[in-house]
């Protein structure tokens, strides 16, 4: 293909379809061409055999010949490109596998298939391709993607649509099982509610440190009070390949901070797949001190500290004008009194 400074032809990689269940992909070749609609499965020789995706466990240097099934479900032959190439997880947990662009580096360099199948209108092809584990694999998973493809041409853009599965290769070997939680950050979110206690909003990162794919269960917990009260929620992890990581964030609630906070994840992973015999369960937990103070809590007692004082200061100025005006009417009193008393003496005389 040839480049020039005025036009650039692109190219843009459809998403692979590598979920379950395998579903039709429609692409048009050229703006005017019919739709092309087809789908991809693991098969045997006689054809399509119900998996939905192919998981093997097989010893170094083994050699094993499987199948793919490609049904064209459109009225005219199409020439699909055949490919495999390393598998890994979106952020959102979709399995995929890397664009054409990108060279493989893992299991999708073991497994050979021929380039190119041409499949007539309402059709099914089944092809043959090889897995060759090498010699020196290294025990555990080795996920990878086989697709079908198709390039169509808009304009200055081409796009390559592909649909086809997962081909989970397992290594034998000691399976290790680990997780790690990396990146732990807390953030205390208070509640305005002098009556209700805030939120502990906890973000952190998990990474598949084991050989096989793996969940992972658990629990968030917030200590504060040096222990004396606390929180906790339930974790749960999806999926990860070895090596994958992927961020969560986790909430929990009801939690009043007073002072230092004390918040641990801890998780127990869980493998998929293969024979678990002899796993190495690795249990983690990671954990992160941080300080936080109930200001709603603080405002309110500040509040009803000045309502008392105000209180008090009112209540001993009463007192004092009632103590005031008591003493007065005393002295007012005894001024009556010493006034009413006759004048020392005895009877005029009359004259």
């Given amino acids: 293909m040839t480049v020039t400074p005025l036009r650039r032809t692109l190219t843009v990689f459809a998403t692979v379809v590598l979920a379950v269940p395998v579903a039709p992909v429609m692409a048009a070749a050229e703006p005017e061409a019919p739709t092309v609609t087809w789908t991809v499965q693991p098969a045997n020789p006689s054809g399509p055999d119900g998996r939905r995706w192919m998981e093997l466990t097989l010893e170094p240097g083994q050699v094993v010949t499987e199948h793919l099934a ?3 479900l459109g009225n005219s032959g199409v020439v699909f490109a055949l490919k495999a190439a390393d598998g890994y997880l979106t952020d959102k947990g979709r399995f995929n596998m890397l664009p054409s662009g990108q060279a493989s580096v893992d299991g999708g360099t073991w497994i050979v298939v021929q380039e190119k199948v041409t499949v007539g ?65 807390v953030e205390y979110a208070p509640s305005w509610n002098p009556f209700s206690g805030g939120t502990i909003r906890v973000r952190y990162t998990v990474v598949n440190g084991g050989n096989v794919r793996a969940t992972g269960t658990g629990r968030l917990a917030v200590s504060e009070l040096f222990g004396l009260a606390g929180n906790d929620a339930t974790v749960q992890v999806e999926e990860l390949l070895p090596g994958g990581s992927r961020t969560f964030e986790s909430r929990v609630g009801g ?49 009803l500290g000045v309502l008392v004082l105000g209180l008090r200061t009112v209540v001993r100025r009463r007192r004092r004008r009632l103590a005031r005006l008591l003493a007065q009417v005393r002295e007012e009193g005894r001024a009556e009194g010493r006034g009413s008393v006759p004048a020392s003496g005895g009877p005029s005389a009359s004259r």
């Fill in 70 to 72: 490609v049904r064209n």
């Fill in 121 to 185: 209108p309402n059709e099914t092809k089944v092809v043959p391709f090889t897995i060759t584990v090498p010699a020196g694999a290294t025990p555990g998973d080795h996920p990878a993607g086989i697709a079908a493809t198709i390039i169509s041409t808009g304009g200055t853009v081409n796009v390559e649509s592909r649909v086809g599965f997962r081909v989970l290769m397992r290594a034998s070997g000691t399976v290790r099982s680990s997780l790690a939680v990396d990146d732990l950050a």
């Fill in 255 to 303: 939690v009043w901070a007073l002072g230092r906070l004390r918040t641990t994840v801890a998780l127990t992973p869980t493998p998929l797949g293969g024979n678990q015999a002899g796993a190495q369960i690795r249990p983690t937990r990671g954990t992160v001190t941080t300080w936080a103070l109930p200001w709603a809590q603080l405002a309110l007692l500040v509040l």
